[in-house]
DNA sequence: CATATAGTTCAAGGCGTTTTGAACTGCATG
DNA sequence: CATGCAGTTCAAAACGCCTTGAACTATATG
């Protein structure tokens, strides 16, 4: 419902929707990768390139997602980064054209991997450092120390289960993905 | 670092916290929470009440985290709502305590099951309606149309992977924190 | 090397969410 | 039924994140 709806410029490409499926497409890949913790616009990004399934230029892509220039070089540089989006020089072209890689959802396991895995293991070492206080602390009664203990299973918890999250997309979901590869 | 660090007042209790130990478990518990897609102060006034083990009044929990009046009334109505959290009267006292249940994982499954299926779902079904669209639309090209298939499988892919998540903080975890109902 | 166009950077602005604080409601008590 | 305090509500402020757009840098071309 928003970006991608400025009027028809039916001159562009054969391509060019008429009707709103291919912005539809586009928008719910957007929320999924929301969803997963990165910008709503990568994920749109990523989207038209894959569908699309030809290098366009910043230019072009500015143009399809109702974007800005910097916003779209800002974009497509996490992307690159992530392995996501490859930059190619076409011959007689002054400008560069950017194409979609395919593992969308291996990049989302690795960042995620890096990203929040350091950010719950901080989170168990604060616990950790204040159960160790109270404990050093000889007035702390047992039992607030024993709830501390708990408070930590629970960070530990989040942890085990963001790991069978991973390890799941990793294989289940991976496996399913080799159709992406192929 | 934030909030909870107003000077001694020496007089409340026995239990007031001179070095920051109490503090960094209760902030912790909020960067957990936070993580689970829940409010940081949610996570904050949940764990003091448990650490305290004691209920305590609204106005204490204000003067303990430095909320706001008006802010620790909705905090206490959410919680209350989802169950982590007990209101209760005192005999002798004009004013509600409130006091903390211990199934706080349970709580944060039972409202990502709620919220985030319906999310996910509704993506899916936004990408299942755009193939259609293209599929009936003779023009579009057969590997255009595989290639939504393809990004249907990648919402599906999340979807399936936040089951695998809840499940695992159902029995995995879940059997490890029967120590909070004990 | 001058020019034009592509791409980058980042301060300022916009936007959605959370928190505040003041007005209000409700309840218990004298 | 008047008073005071506990609790609620909600408009406005604060905050954090994302995007914009203008200035800047880099690169290709004649």
Redesign the pocket.
Known sequence: MKGYLWGPSAATSARTPQSGWEAMAIDAVGNVIEFWGF???QGRVWALLYLRDQAL???EIEKEL??????V?????DLERWGVVLRVRTPGD???RYRAETDLLQMARRVIEEREFAFIARIRADLAEARKLAEADGSVEREKVERLRKMEAVAEATEKALNVFLKTSRFDVGAMFDVFRA
């Open positions: 910008k709503r616009n230029t910043a230019a109702d974007l800005s220039k910097g916003g070089s800002m974009l497509i540089r002054a400008s560069w």
